[in-house]
């Protein structure tokens, strides 16, 4: 069965630190793999998209990449954190089939 | 394009009333709806799926959804609400993006409270 992994759980950063949460998926081959910010009352944004490896789509300009070295790795990334990076991150993967199918999360905190 | 639009931020049912959450979609094509639920400081788990197939559609934990093409809705029921269904709910329909593969769109949430 596939799992997909996030870590890490929770990560306290000061504005201007870089940052580099990652994520994994087991039990599957090239999976397209998501990125979602949860900011508090503003619900699911789509932040980047991949459907394979080294290709990256972004959804809305930011200060945030990402990244994929490999078929199921996902690496979601900043130079210099703001205030605003603030938020619950989740990763997702999906087959063709349509739903996507999400990890633990990580609750990103900039100070 | 394609957008879902969940009526209610917050719904408060007591425990053992009918639970009953909103979702409206706008789509050009056939779409595939889905309902997620999240937990506190969890991911989202897929609670059912509807793919063209019946109209009503049976999930997890008790819940179904109806997909109604004359009111483009897709609503999620529950007959007796539970304590551990309080959670935040998404609503979400497929839009074809890039040719390739597919992009969700998200609801903006429904949190739903029951209580005792």
């Known amino acids: 069965s596939q799992t997909i992994h996030q870590w890490p759980a929770t990560l306290v950063q000061p504005v201007g630190s870089p940052l580099s949460l990652e994520c994994t998926v087991e039990?599957?081959?090239?999976?397209?793999l998501y990125w979602y910010r949860q900011a508090a009352g503003r619900g699911l944004q789509l932040l980047f998209y991949s459907v394979g490896i080294g290709q990256i789509s972004s959804e809305v300009p930011q200060n945030l990449s990402a990244s994929r070295p490999q078929d199921r790795q996902f690496i979601l990334s900043s130079k210099k954190l703001l205030l605003s990076d603030s938020g619950f991150y989740l990763c997702a993967w999906s087959d063709w089939g349509g739903e996507q199918f999400f990890g633990p999360g990580t609750r990103l905190t900039v100070l | 394009a394609q957008s879902v639009t969940q009526l209610g931020s917050h719904v408060s049912v007591s425990e053992g009333a009918l639970v009953l959450l909103r979702c409206n979609y706008s789509?050009?094509?056939?779409?595939?709806l889905f309902w997620y639920v999240q937990y506190p400081n969890q991911g989202l788990q897929l609670l059912l799926k509807?793919?063209?197939?019946?109209?009503l559609v049976k999930g997890i934990n008790g819940f179904e959804a109806e997909f109604k093409k004359s009111e483009t809705s897709f609503h999620l029921t529950k007959p007796s609400a539970h304590m551990s269904d309080a959670a935040e709910y998404f609503c979400?329909?497929?839009?074809?993006?890039?040719?390739?593969?597919?992009?969700?769109?998200f609801g903006t949430g429904t949190l739903l409270a029951v209580q005792p």
């Open positions: 039990g599957t081959s090239n999976p397209n």
């Open positions: 509807y793919t063209s197939a019946a109209t």
């Open positions: 789509s050009s094509v056939p779409p595939y």
């Open positions: 979400a329909v497929i839009s074809l993006w890039g040719g390739a593969t597919n992009k969700l769109i």
